[in-house]
T-cell receptor, first 111, second 117 residues
């Protein structure tokens, strides 16, 4: 199984940056790192993905360690709407039917 | 309109009953998935389908069956519901583009909350 390790929970204040860590020590060189989040009472939604380089999009940034055994999802300015469970997943080259969603990190954003 | 819809959104049933959860998508994706989520846990894959004629078992397929009636529709059935199938069920879709292995994004429906008494 493609397993990752994340803290169970984290807390942040509104408008402050948030760094969500993820360890994926068994990742292979061709596996992409994906992040999803699940807002309360909703299905998971895609956030960002990357392979080796750091990635940015309108939602977040993804910083990938040089050895690729860990990554960090960065929310530059947390809002109350960012309160969710964040899942770090890596997708084996075979495709996303191999996805393993762990328990994720529950992010609480304080006003 | 939502790209991935699930019906019903909530369902209460009794042990031994047969029920069907339905999923429809307007994204034109070939790949569809059924997951279940138990409280405090991540998602676990039940079944997946890469096209209309393709059905594959996931991690926890026992007690479930699926039907891919069309590209846009993927149904999950519980032939004889039992209480430990009480969970939140999600349908998802994705499309694997040529040359983009490992980069496909899954799009999830809003979920069906099932309670088996």
């Amino acid at each position: 199984d493609a397993k990752t390790t994340q803290p169970n929970s984290m807390e942040s204040n509104e408008e402050e940056p948030v760094h969500l860590p993820c360890n994926h020590s068994t990742i292979s060189g061709t596996d992409y790192i994906h992040w999803y989040r699940q807002l309360p009472s909703q299905g998971p939604e895609y956030v960002i993905h990357g392979l080796t380089s750091n990635v940015n999009n309108r939602m977040a940034s993804l910083a990938i360690a040089e050895d690729r055994k860990s990554s960090t999802l960065i929310l530059h300015r947390a809002t109350l709407r960012d309160a969710a469970v964040y899942y770090c997943i890596y997708v084996p080259e075979g495709g996303s039917e191999k996805l393993v969603f762990g328990k994720g990190t529950k992010l609480t954003v304080n006003p | 309109d939502a790209d991935v819809t699930q019906t019903p959104r909530n369902r209460i049933t009794k042990t031994g009953k047969r029920i069907m959860l339905e999923c429809s998508q307007t994204k034109g994706h070939d790949r569809m998935y059924w997951y279940r989520q138990d409280p405090g846990l991540g998602l676990r894959l039940i079944y997946y389908s890469f096209d209309v004629k393709d059905i594959n078992k996931g991690e926890i397929s026992d007690g479930y069956s699926v039907s891919r009636q069309a590209q846009a529709k993927f149904s999950l059935s519980l032939e004889s519901a039992i209480p430990n199938q009480t969970a939140l069920y999600f349908c998802a879709t994705s499309d694997l583009l040529v040359g983009e292995a490992g980069q496909e994004t899954q799009y999830f429906g809003p979920g069906t909350r099932l309670l088996v008494l």
